[in-house]
């Protein structure tokens, strides 16, 4: 009897051990990344510095590329550092937490790291700040992308210039981009003999259907050629 009561209470105690970490673990890979993620740059500078909503402007999307065509390159940098900073601490807290190896593809073995990023980048599109409106992602997933698996980035952002200086298009270059993420992140870790888990496989596709969903308003302007176009210098 006493071997029981015994044996019970150790099985409670670990069990009580799991559910604390595990609810820890949530906490700290997840609701803490949404919370960094909902800090929206793009709307805190241009209500901050501007005294209006960049929301209520351009394209009315939160995000980089709207705020560099409506208030220029200054407003747009300090937009950049921002939602890089957010994510980039989104992961560290994690990675500070949980530990990481830094190797070809950076914390590719821990899939928290994906969660926290992933989840930064779902609070800067649906932000609790703001009414859960804000911008779409596409800065985030590259910073995240940069951190965990710099190679992929790499490959990535080649692409993305090479349809850029061909189209002219952001939309549609980060659309293509990130609908590219899972498939190249997956193809370039089996070449390091890196395997994906199922669930990191799972949050990069999440992510590139978030970004193709958060552009289905340029999606309609592509195919009704009202897209604006982007040049790295300006048409004479």
Same mark, same amino acid.
């Given at each position: 009897m006493l071997n029981i009561l015994q044996n019970g209470i150790l099985f409670g105690a670990e069990? !009580? !051990?799991?559910?604390?970490?595990?609810?820890?673990?949530? @906490?700290?890979?997840?609701? *803490?990344?949404?919370?960094?993620?909902?800090? &929206?740059?793009?709307?805190?500078?241009?209500? @901050?510095?501007?005294?209006?909503?960049?929301?209520?402007?351009? !394209?009315? &999307?939160?995000? @980089?590329? &709207?705020?560099?065509?409506?208030?220029?390159?200054?407003?747009?940098?300090?937009? @950049?550092?921002?939602?890089?900073?957010?994510?980039?601490?989104?992961?560290?807290?994690?990675? *500070?937490?949980?530990?990481?190896?830094?190797?070809?593809?950076?914390?590719?073995g821990n899939s928290l790291l994906y969660v926290a990023g992933t989840l930064c980048i779902v609070g800067h599109i649906f932000p609790v700040y703001f009414k859960f409106k804000g911008g779409k992602g596409v800065l985030c997933t590259a910073t995240m992308v940069l951190i965990l698996s710099p190679i992929a980035f790499c490959v990535l952002f080649g692409v993305f210039l090479l349809l850029l200086a061909v189209t002219h298009y952001v939309s549609l270059s980060s659309i293509t981009v990130g609908l590219l993420y899972p498939f190249a992140l997956n193809r370039i870790m089996a070449l390091f003999g890196i395997a994906a888990s199922g669930l990191i496989i799972l949050l990069t596709v999440l992510v590139g259907l978030l970004i193709f969903y958060c552009h289905r308003g340029n999606i309609v302007r592509l195919k009704e050629r009202r897209e604006n176009r982007f040049y790295f210098r300006k048409k004479h």
């Open positions: 069990y !009580s !051990s799991v559910t604390i970490g595990g609810a820890l673990a949530i @906490l700290i890979s997840a609701v *803490v990344p949404y919370l960094l993620g909902s800090i &929206n740059s793009a709307v805190l500078i241009s209500r @901050l510095f501007y005294g209006a909503d960049i929301r209520t402007q351009g !394209s009315g &999307n939160g995000g @980089l590329t &709207n705020m560099l065509r409506v208030y220029g390159k200054k407003a747009a940098l300090f937009v @950049l550092l921002g939602d890089m900073l957010k994510t980039a601490l989104s992961i560290l807290i994690v990675a *500070v937490f949980y530990g990481f190896h830094y190797g070809p593809f950076a914390f590719a």
